[in-house]
């Protein structure tokens, strides 16, 4: 049976998530959170599926915005595979000799071996600017579970796919034969090389838990409850109301193609100050530029939005939005998604 | 080509530098790289439009039997010795390949109702080398058993790579090539560089299948 890229990629109903950048502290706990869960095995000591950069930044793996990959104008676009030392990470500690071995107050804890170049959040808190205009904020990052993925378009055995419930981006593992054809075509670069198995390995939207009901660790985790998780056509349910209603959920790089399914609502920065200490209003201290560079030219759009709904809270007012964002009630971040995974039981 | 009747035994012929493979006839293929648009991929085909495929033009095969176990010993020129995934590189390879059923072409790795028999060898694998069958392109699958022996040698910029099986394998009918001496068979050969990121199916292949008589 001939099975086409079309009936891989398409999927009945599309599951996403929203992360609300003015909220993220960069405490990495969602990438944690999944690194306890999913990537602990032998070969992936180095992949953390989710990830949390200071922005601006070069990122993770290093400069990954320069690595090609996407669509241009349709077309998969070429692009490079990330090396383990782009990624950086997985190092191996001195924890014997620290904790141990009696040296505790002579030797500090370091990675054994060659010493590290760059790592999952290398760059973390240098960000842009100027003093006293220096700003930064953390982008959390994780497989996008694309609505065109270029990786299912490159894999060059079908074993990659898209689930027809959910839209959740899988692969076969026993179909894979490791040839990071989807490392080269991802252009957000988060697909990594099991080195034991010699199989790729990415984010799989915690799918065991979804079916479940329970939300992907990262979204559940967050302790800045700033994450939320349902399905694109969930009318009453945030995520169709921040990306399709309010249009302040906006995706990462949309000019590389894929459709991404992770959105964000982008980040509100304080005025820029002058050299007399006086608050410039009228110019932010994120240029514009930059963020536009990031979110695509809808992040204009976004941030009036959130500043005008924010105005109206501040002048006594109500906001549907805002009063969204704020998410009084925890369970109302994760649509379908609120089973306590304690309260289950688990095979 | 010709596989020489020989009484040296598998142990002896296994290693690439046993001089008995002195006694066997070398015969040189011309090599050429798959075509980009019989890739199985949109991307793929894309990715490698303007990249050279088929890195490795010349293969030096020689083959034995000794009424018990067939030996190809393969060699080629390689500067790169590449025995794992570092950087973006990927491990070398060699394979041949063998039509399960009549004329199964060779461009395409078999067709469906023809599939073909690969005996492939890769610089990181520990030990041996895999049984796969195909019937078309992106269909290889192991299978779970191989009674392929393998064996790599880097040397001075060339690879020595010796294949051996038993000449039938019985549990195996339709999942390996059933060899006998005084028998011919078509046989194809693929090298992959891995430097040059070959992978699947960009390599360089034999182009045409060669008709290989075993001395009976």
Redesign the interface.
Known sequence: MVISKEDLMKSERQAAMVFDLNKCIGCQTCSVACKVLWTREDGMDYQWWCTVNTQPGRGAPKDWEQMGGGYRDGVPNPGIIPTREECGGGWDFNYDEVFYGGKGRSVHLHPIGEAPTWGPNWDEDQGGGEYPNSFFFYLPRLCNHCTRPVCVEACPRNAMYKRNEDGVVLRDETRCRGYRFCLEACPYKKIYFNYAKKISQHCIFCFPRIEKGVAPACARQCPGRLVFVGFLDDVDGPIHKLVREWEVAIPLHPEYGTGPNVFYIPPLAPYRLNEDGSIDETTPRIPTEYLEKLFGPRVNKALDTLKAEMAKTKNGGKSDLMNMLIVYHWHELFGPFTKDPAELTWK | MEAKKVTAEAKVLLDPAASEWGQVAAETISMGGTPVAQ??????R??WSDRPIGNVRSLTVRSAHNSKEVFFLLEWSDPTKNDG?V??D?PDGAGILFPLKGDAPLQSMGRQSQAVNAWFWRA?FEDGAKNVTASG??T?EETEKSAVAARGQWQDGTWRVVFARPLAVAEQKEQAVQLEAGQSVKVAFAIWEGSSGE???IKSFSKTWRELTLEG
């Open positions: 890739q199985p991929s949109r991307y793929i894309t990715s995934y950087g973006r990927f990181d392109i992106g290889v992978r699947a199916g």
